[in-house]
């Protein structure tokens, strides 16, 4: 005779029990996120627009920097050039003085013509002093920017400059600039005076090399 034996296994099932309040608490929770969620979806979008308005801004702040090193790089090298044709000339007309001295044997008679065009080319130099020195008001490389900063200019400039502006065409590293201009000065600390007070006035400016040339031309 076979006898069986049935055994029955008891598994034990851990449960996770929590009070009334609890769940009420949970609820509640759940129900603050999802009022707040809409909220903190928009300041995330205003926060990555705020990201994209900054690059960009800081974009154009780098770019007017290096705009306005290129053009003081452009204007340094103007000077130089400038300074060292002076320099040139000046020298030319020392040995030009120098010259007539020379001839130490020549007759009286042809002396005489010489002494006579070196006093008035003196007399001349000190009535009407070489201008040396004018204002740039503006420096660019499209001609037809300035239509348009003219009129306003003539508006704000003192009388006498506003009729004395002139543009000046120079090559520089084979770009084209067209730099408006304005007054004429033999002095060039009366020259930076005047674009103190430009300044003083809202009207950027800086002393510049006197263009004979394009100063004949007045706007």
């Known amino acids: 005779m076979l006898n069986g034996c049935a055994t029955t296994k008891s598994h034990n099932e851990d449960v ?22 809409g909220g903190v979806e928009r300041l995330l979008k205003i926060e990555k627009d705020l990201s994209l308005l900054i690059a960009q801004l800081d974009g154009l702040v780098k770019r007017q920097v290096a705009q306005e090193s290129e053009q003081n790089r452009y204007a340094y090298s103007d000077t130089k050039v400038m300074e060292s044709s002076t320099k040139q000339q000046s020298s030319e007309k ?3 003085i120098n ?3 020379l001839p130490s044997q020549s007759s009286s008679l042809q002396l005489a013509p010489i ?4 006093v008035t080319s003196t007399d001349l130099s000190a009535k009407t002093p070489t201008l040396k020195y004018a204002l740039q008001l503006s420096s660019v490389t499209q001609k037809s920017r300035l239509d348009n900063l003219i009129p ?8 006498t400059l506003g009729q004395n502006l002139n543009i000046e065409t120079a090559q520089v590293n084979n770009v084209t600039f ?15 005076d005047t674009c103190t007070n430009l300044k003083a006035k809202s009207i950027n400016c800086i002393v510049s090399f006197f263009d004979e040339q394009s100063a004949k031309t007045r706007l």
């Open 178 to 192: 067209y730099r408006l201009k304005a007054g004429g000065y033999a002095d060039k600390q009366q020259a930076l």
């Open 94 to 96: 020392k040995e030009g």
């Open 152 to 159: 306003d200019l003539k508006a704000k400039l003192p009388k």
């Open 16 to 37: 996770a029990t929590i009070t009334k309040s609890e769940l009420e608490q949970l609820q509640q929770a759940a129900q603050q996120w999802q009022e707040a969620k």
């Open 115 to 118: 002494e006579k065009n070196t």
């Open 99 to 101: 010259l007539p001295v």
